[in-house]
């Protein structure tokens, strides 16, 4: 569901497993929304264990799409994925920096990027985040797109959805980028925001789920030496509202999308 906000329902166990693997299909919904031809290269950064990917490349297997992580870990997963679903012919994967792109200028006609930048700004700040626009805008095409998913903080609508702002910016010490700054950055580095849209998921975390969630996080976090906070102390700070209210999970999420100026 696009633009009209559903009632967000607390997922139950049976459901959770699935929920946190596809987000109630919330990536193909995504994808649906994006801009691209038959045979276009694409660049998916900050590309994870490459599922966003691979919505692309099932919409259109004709796709070339490389999928690149900064985690030799992660890359090695994402390819183990990208082969069970016989998609290897579409999708390739590399290590690599998204603030520090190997490509030649004008090599991609899309480049996407589902919540990563979220990441990189946990784990390189502001900055990461300009260079890694900075980057896409090197190596797209002229007219080329940049499509990207976030959660800016600003535009939560629910209690749930604060709340996830408010707790993972507060475990991991970098409070989340309003949408104002993305739009910035974009013009900085040559691009012309066309579209925004909204997606929301009708679905949010119960305590149990969410501390799990936020556990993960911060171990992640510590991975890329992040300075994090203890999960108990999130939790004391925490726990009593998520708990009555619920926390959100990319309940409601905003899709950009950008053109490279010629």
Known sequence: MNGLAPEENFLSDAEYPDYILGLGGLRSRVVGAIPFEPRMRVLDGAAGSAQFAIELAKRDPTLKIVAIDVSERTVRSAERRIREKWLDSSVTTLTMDSTHLDFQPSTFGLATNFMGLDDIHTTRGPQGVRQSIQEIARVLKPRGFFC???IPPEEAETHAQRLEC???SYACGATWLPAIKY???????GFTLLKKETFYTGKKLNAE?????LGEAIEKAKMHNVETIPLDEVWKRFGAEITKNGLGHC????LMIARKNA
């Open 251 to 254: 309940s409601r999420s905003t």
């Open 209 to 213: 789920q969410a501390m799990q969630q």
């Open 148 to 150: 990207f998913t976030i």
């Open 183 to 189: 739009q910035e950055y974009l013009r900085g580095a």
């Open 166 to 168: 408010e707790a993972y």
